[in-house]
């Protein structure tokens, strides 16, 4: 090619693409986004966000209205703060906004997105829910593990027995049980037992959890602004590498010692816990996507953390929520004392004939959503919503938290009040786009059940057994009720708590 031919070429390309980029600008221009507030070049709104965004975003939403647009750094961000646009992002149009963001956390602590959270909407994603729809969660499996459950509990009431009248710190012991019984429906067994051969002590695996909930919901500026990404300015991306690694010895010893177990029982192998059916479905020669090594691991490693803070901060909430209130735990008690008497502990079951119990649940969940923008969407095409146009690659929050402080839809919306669900028919599994703690269609929690199950059954046995109190001559109104911002949404200062026995004293050593 003689020089002529080539500056002609070059200067033709620039030609085109200075066409094409005005063309997208004009195009651009033209839309009619949702309104929201002017973005700053290269940060874009994230100024308005504070350490606590669910609230930044509550209060910019009551200024824009119930669709708004943020630019987080280069990212189109559409929230969406109401029962009506929670029903188009997670139900009219949810097969457009069931993908996920791609995000450092989904990168570096889940096996470069192999998990079900932060895997894209795809085959991959679709065989993990049939998996858990199927195998993981079926009402039957469920049941099958309800022994666990009632076993963890019970050791749960005994401790805070063995602890009467001193201070407790009652998320630790929630979170024991939790994790209790979710590695020995996950893993068969609970593997963190303080012993000389564990892997990792359970202190130390609540704190990798921990910091894995936290850095699944920190605000990185990484994933809005990707040309500083290898800065790691807040250090998180370091933190995530850290954490994943130390998940990945475990999983590995886990998924080691499970093959050994397989291997040694030869043919007459019974799967008994999940990461047992894991290996077996990476086995099927059936499925569709293949599921490798990394991809048991990264789902043993969702189900454990998924299963395990969420409903412990839940309880914890309601606890305190319950002590601002004594006049909720004297209610509480009259239904559990008339319902099922002083000689037995609650069980699953009965939850159905103890309606004020579970309206303290979903009290609780709709003041302290443990996501309270669900997890972010993504835009799998261009669409419409309410008029406004929406691009592809925006990111989508459901703003639950903001919808639960709705004074069109709650009644005093600021005040805790388990008697506003009674002979109502309102649920949390994904029908009643007011109280969506779960989220709501393709992307919605799979564990929803187990986790409900849970919560429902501590509370109500923790308010059967015990009275409870704050320790000292501390007031209920001392009690501090800030959060912090991370997946979980946790209290910021955890509950320091007393309890007193409530039943016959042999109650407790059953
Ligand atoms: C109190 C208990 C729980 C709460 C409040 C909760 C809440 C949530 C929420 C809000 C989402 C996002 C939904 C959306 O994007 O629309 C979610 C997703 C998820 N949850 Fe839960 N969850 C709980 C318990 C559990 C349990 C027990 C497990 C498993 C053992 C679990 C596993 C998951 C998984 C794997 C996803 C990702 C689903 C997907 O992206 O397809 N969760 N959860």
């Given at each position: 090619?003689?020089?002529?031919?080539?500056?002609?070429?070059?200067?033709?390309?620039?030609?085109?693409?200075?066409?094409?980029?005005?063309?997208?600008?004009?195009?651009?221009?033209?839309?009619?986004?949702?309104?929201?507030?002017?973005?700053?070049?290269?940060?874009?709104?994230?100024?308005l966000?504070?350490?606590l965004?669910?609230?930044?975003?509550?209060?910019?939403?009551?200024k824009?209205?119930?669709?708004?647009?943020?630019?987080?750094?280069?990212?189109?961000?559409?929230?969406?703060?109401?029962v009506?646009?929670?029903?188009?992002?997670?139900?009219?149009?949810?097969?457009?906004?069931?993908?996920?963001?791609?995000?450092?956390?989904?990168?570096?602590?889940?096996?470069?997105?192999?998990d079900?959270?932060w895997?894209p909407?795809?085959?991959?994603?679709?065989?993990?829910?049939?998996?858990?729809?199927?195998?993981l969660f079926?009402?039957?499996?469920?049941?099958?593990?309800?022994?666990?459950r009632?076993?963890?509990?019970?050791?749960?009431?005994?401790?805070?027995?063995?602890?009467?009248?001193?201070?407790?710190?009652?998320k630790?012991?929630?979170?024991?049980?939790?994790?209790?019984?979710?590695?020995?429906?996950?893993?068969?067994?609970?593997?963190?037992?303080?012993?000389?051969?564990?892997?990792?002590?359970?202190?130390?695996?609540?704190?990798?959890?921990?910091?894995?909930?936290?850095?699944?919901?920190?605000?990185?500026?990484?994933?809005?602004?990707?040309?500083?990404?290898?800065?790691?300015?807040?250090?998180y991306?370091?933190?995530?590498?850290?954490?994943?690694?130390?998940?990945?010895?475990?999983?590995?010893?886990?998924?080691?010692?499970?093959?050994?177990?397989?291997?040694?029982?030869?043919?007459?192998?019974?799967?008994?816990?999940?990461?047992?059916?894991?290996?077996?479905?990476?086995?099927?020669?059936?499925?569709?996507v293949?599921?490798?090594?990394?991809?048991?691991?990264?789902?043993?490693?969702?189900?454990?953390?998924?299963?395990?803070?969420?409903?412990?901060?839940?309880?914890?909430?309601?606890?305190?929520?319950?002590?601002?209130?004594?006049?909720?735990?004297?209610?509480?008690?009259?239904e559990?004392?008339?319902?099922?008497?002083?000689?037995?502990?609650?069980?699953?079951?009965?939850?159905?004939?103890?309606?004020?119990?579970?309206?303290?649940?979903?009290?609780?969940?709709?003041?302290?959503?443990?996501?309270?923008?669900l997890?972010?969407?993504?835009?799998?095409?261009?669409?419409?919503?309410?008029?406004?146009?929406?691009?592809?690659?925006?990111?989508?929050?459901?703003?639950?938290?903001?919808i639960?402080?709705?004074?069109?839809?709650?009644?005093k919306?600021?005040?805790?009040?388990?008697?506003?669900?009674?002979?109502k028919?309102?649920?949390?599994?994904?029908?009643?786009?007011?109280?969506?703690?779960?989220?709501?269609?393709?992307?919605?929690?799979?564990?929803?059940?187990?986790?409900?199950?849970?919560?429902?059954?501590?509370?109500?046995?923790?308010?059967?057994?015990?009275?409870?109190?704050?320790?000292?001559?501390?007031?209920?109104?001392?009690?501090?009720?800030?959060?912090?911002?991370?997946?979980?949404?946790?209290?910021?200062?955890?509950?320091?708590?007393?309890a007193e026995?409530?039943?016959?004293l042999?109650?407790?050593?059953?």
């Amino acid at each position: 090619m003689d020089t002529n031919t080539y500056y002609t070429l070059a200067w033709l390309a620039t030609v085109v693409l200075l066409l094409q980029s005005f063309r997208l600008r004009r195009s651009r221009r033209n839309l009619n986004s949702p309104p929201g507030p002017k973005p700053w070049p290269i940060i874009g709104n994230l100024n308005l966000i504070g350490s606590l965004p669910h609230r930044s975003i509550h209060d910019l939403s009551q200024k824009y209205g119930e669709i708004m647009q943020l630019k987080f750094g280069s990212y189109n961000v559409v929230v969406g703060s109401s029962v009506e646009m929670a029903k188009v992002f997670l139900k009219t149009q949810d097969v457009n906004f069931a993908c996920r963001p791609k995000t450092a956390a989904g990168k570096y602590t889940t096996y470069n997105y192999s998990d079900i959270t932060w895997s894209p909407y795809g085959s991959y994603w679709r065989q993990a829910r049939k998996m858990c729809l199927m195998e993981l969660f079926s009402a039957k499996r469920l049941e099958s593990y309800e022994y666990i459950r009632k076993e963890e509990t019970y050791a749960l009431l005994k401790s805070i027995f063995s602890s009467s009248g001193a201070e407790i710190l009652l998320k630790d012991l929630l979170s024991t049980v939790s994790l209790n019984v979710i590695s020995r429906m996950v893993l068969g067994k609970r593997y963190l037992d303080e012993s000389v051969d564990s892997v990792v002590s359970p202190d130390e695996f609540k704190k990798m959890l921990d910091e894995l909930f936290l850095l699944n919901g920190v605000f990185n500026i990484g994933d809005s602004i990707p040309w500083i990404d290898f800065m790691d300015l807040q250090g998180y991306v370091k933190r995530m590498k850290t954490v994943s690694r130390k998940f990945d010895r475990f999983l590995e010893h886990v998924l080691d010692e499970h093959n050994a177990r397989r291997r040694a029982a030869g043919e007459g192998f019974v799967a008994t816990d999940m990461v047992d059916l894991l290996l077996q479905l990476a086995e099927d020669p059936e499925l569709d996507v293949k599921l490798e090594r990394h991809g048991v691991k990264a789902f043993t490693q969702d189900l454990l953390a998924g299963g395990t803070e969420s409903s412990a901060v839940t309880v914890e909430w309601a606890i305190s929520e319950i002590l601002k209130k004594p006049e909720i735990f004297q209610k509480a008690t009259e239904e559990l004392d008339r319902v099922i008497g002083k000689n037995r502990w609650v069980q699953e079951k009965d939850m159905a004939n103890l309606p004020y119990i579970e309206a303290i649940a979903k009290e609780t969940m709709r003041l302290h959503p443990v996501a309270p923008m669900l997890v972010p969407r993504r835009a799998r095409e261009d669409c419409k919503v309410a008029g406004y146009d929406i691009t592809e690659g925006t990111r989508v929050l459901v703003s639950v938290w903001t919808i639960g402080r709705d004074p069109n839809v709650w009644d005093k919306p600021e005040e805790f009040c388990p008697e506003r669900f009674i002979g109502k028919k309102i649920d949390v599994m994904g029908h009643d786009f007011e109280l969506l703690p779960f989220g709501a269609g393709r992307r919605m929690c799979p564990g929803y059940s187990l986790g409900y199950k849970v919560i429902e059954a501590t509370l109500a046995n923790l308010l059967h057994g015990f009275e409870w109190k704050l320790p000292g001559k501390m007031n209920s109104y001392e009690l501090n009720m800030e959060e912090i911002f991370g997946l979980s949404t946790p209290k910021k200062y955890p509950l320091v708590i007393v309890a007193e026995p409530r039943l016959p004293l042999d109650m407790y050593h059953h």
